[in-house]
């Protein structure tokens, strides 16, 4: 199959011929925006210039002020911490489940204070997080939730596609993503004054957008009397030819996504044989979307033996493999911010010990092969690496 079809190129092709005329503006927006709430289940979604910037709406529609708290999982892409401190809040980490990597309930407790405002939950590597508990903790202290999806695309828990849980929650669409058009994203919404809230903010606020409405009536618009900010906005919309090439990937997905779970079946098969590594854990009734096949290193040494192996693991012939993202309280720009005299919990060594033991040791093995023979040629040499190493 291809990452890119013949339906995106029609697609992108129609929007470029509608010339961008205002009139023709949101008609794949529209579409898009329609198609992905029937899929995912929820009744509002809002296309954003990317996955940071829906982050950074939904925190803002909830109301999130200066010196709130926003609890957030260090073992992921530092965006989300980083849409907290655009909402000009602070991100307070709780620790991971060493098991399933996901953010950890009971660190999620013990990390609460009076200045909790919400949670944003991340479904790492695409498996979704324990929403049952973390939704029991919203519900007894009057916390938000917003799901960070940018990694699961058709995820399930308990039989529910992810997307449906939070308050709020937000999808990718940037190159490495289940669906892609480039640059992009999504947030998806069930409550019709946050939808409408959002809409308003991602769309600098003005006045008669809606969940449902994206665009501005001409007699509006057109008129001296008009006015058109109810409130501070952000121009985050995204452009028609994005949307064009989303909405065609979105009718592609569940192939986009198949494929991906079968990339990741090869290489959990080619390890399986192997006490090398520990695969990242599913629970029963969940759903992994598998945005890569995430793999622990068993090591004492996981400075030395993690690029020992990557060395002989490419050396054999292997493609690239990331590592974990640093822990997002390593980053220099959290760290700066660690040094405020209003942080309360500081970035240190030791703040969330199960993501500091498992980050140097995680190799992430991707799944956007779009050839299936492809990923067993790689699966075959991650095997004979594994008998060398």
């Not at 296309?47 to 709406?57: I, R």
């Not at 405002?117 to 498996?127: E, H």
């Not at 480039?182 to 606020?205: E, H, T, V």
């Amino acid at each position: 199959m291809k990452r890119i079809s013949d339906l995106e190129k029609l697609y992108a092709i129609e929007a470029l011929e509608n010339s961008f005329r205002t009139s023709k503006g949101s008609e794949f927006n529209t579409r898009l925006e329609s198609e992905f709430s029937d899929k995912f289940g929820v009744k509002f979604s809002i296309g954003h210039v990317n996955a940071t910037a829906a982050l950074h709406t939904a925190l803002l529609s909830i109301d999130i002020k200066a010196g709130d708290e926003v609890i957030v999982p260090p073992l992921t892409m530092s965006s989300t911490s980083i849409a907290v401190l655009q909402a000009n809040a602070i991100p307070v980490y709780a620790d991971i489940d060493l098991q399933t990597l996901t953010i950890c309930p009971k660190s999620i407790k013990k990390n609460l204070t009076k200045k909790t405002k919400a949670i944003i939950s991340v479904s790492v590597y695409g498996l979704p997080p324990n929403y049952k508990e973390i939704l029991k903790i919203c519900r007894d202290n009057k916390l938000y939730l917003i799901e960070d999806n940018a990694e699961c695309f058709l995820g399930k828990y308990k039989n529910k596609t992810v997307g449906c849980f939070g308050d709020f929650s937000a999808f990718s669409f940037q190159a490495s993503k289940h669906m892609t058009c480039g640059n992009g994203g999504i947030l998806c919404c069930n409550n019709i004054d946050l939808a409408d809230k959002a809409r308003k903010i991602s769309n600098l606020g003005y006045t008669t957008v809606s969940a449902k409405k994206m665009l501005i009536k001409k007699e509006e618009i057109q008129s001296p009397n008009f006015k058109r900010h109810s409130l501070l906005g952000y121009n985050y919309r995204m452009s028609e030819i994005n949307a064009a090439v989303a909405l065609a990937q979105l009718e592609r997905l569940d192939e986009l996504v198949n494929i991906r779970k079968q990339s990741a079946k090869i290489f959990l098969e080619a390890v399986s044989d192997f006490d090398l590594f520990t695969p990242q854990y599913i629970p029963k009734n969940y759903e992994c979307a598998y945005w890569a096949t995430s793999l622990i290193l068993r090591t004492d040494n996981p400075q030395k033996d993690w690029f020992k192996f990557r060395t002989l693991f490419k050396k054999n012939g292997g493609d690239d493999f990331y590592g974990a993202w640093a822990l997002s309280y390593y980053e220099p720009l959290l760290q700066k911010f660690s040094k405020s005299k209003k942080l309360k919990q500081k970035y240190v060594e030791g703040l969330c010990k199960n993501a500091e033991f498992v980050q140097p040791r995680i190799m992430q093995f991707k799944t956007n092969y779009w050839n299936l023979n492809e990923a067993k040629k790689q699966g075959q040499i991650l095997k004979k690496t594994c008998k060398m190493f």
